[in-house]
């Protein structure tokens, strides 16, 4: 017996409308919870599941600067750039870039957490990260369905 593969069509008909999911990230520990949104952005979570399809879902991340880090992260996580010229590192530790720019430390947890394919651009503009709560009214629109927070 041989494995049934959808075809592009077939997995569009049964999954026309992407649901929105809303996570919120206070006290969550940001790997879990990059693991977690890359799942549903990819869409192992669904039965139709296609790995060369992007059969996945919206999720909205709201109050992201209050993700948690564990052990001494918090001390020794390093961001670095490089321009590509002599000279052009750049490294930002964790702990100056979460107060400003936590949107980004989340966001470069869950592309990490992608596959390196060309679904995944089209994955990772599913993804909208917010700082506080008052964004969500954006949304109000799409009846984006509450995600429990996991025990972590």
């Not at 959808?6 to 006290?27: C, M, Q, S, Y």
């Not at 952005?41 to 879902?57: A, E």
Request: hydrophobic share 35%; proline share 5%; glycine share 8%.
């Amino acid at each position: 017996m041989r494995t049934y593969i959808p075809r592009g069509r077939d997995v569009e008909e049964l999954t026309a409308g992407k649901d929105w999911f809303v996570i919120d990230a206070t006290n969550q520990v940001l790997g879990r919870l990059a693991a977690r949104v890359a799942s549903i952005l990819i869409g192992k979570d669904k039965p139709r599941y296609t790995p060369h399809l992007d059969c996945g879902d919206h999720v909205v991340v709201v109050n992201a600067d209050k993700v948690r880090l564990t052990g001494n992260k918090i001390d020794q996580k390093i961001y670095r750039t490089h321009s590509g010229y002599p000279g052009g590192l750049k490294e930002v530790p964790i702990k100056r870039l979460m107060p400003q720019r936590a949107d980004f430390v989340i966001r470069e947890a869950v592309l990490g957490m992608l596959p390196k394919n060309k679904l995944r651009a089209r994955r990772a503009k599913k993804l909208r990260i917010y700082i506080g709560e008052e964004q969500l009214a954006r949304h109000a629109g799409q009846t984006p369905q509450k995600l429990e927070n996991k025990k972590s």
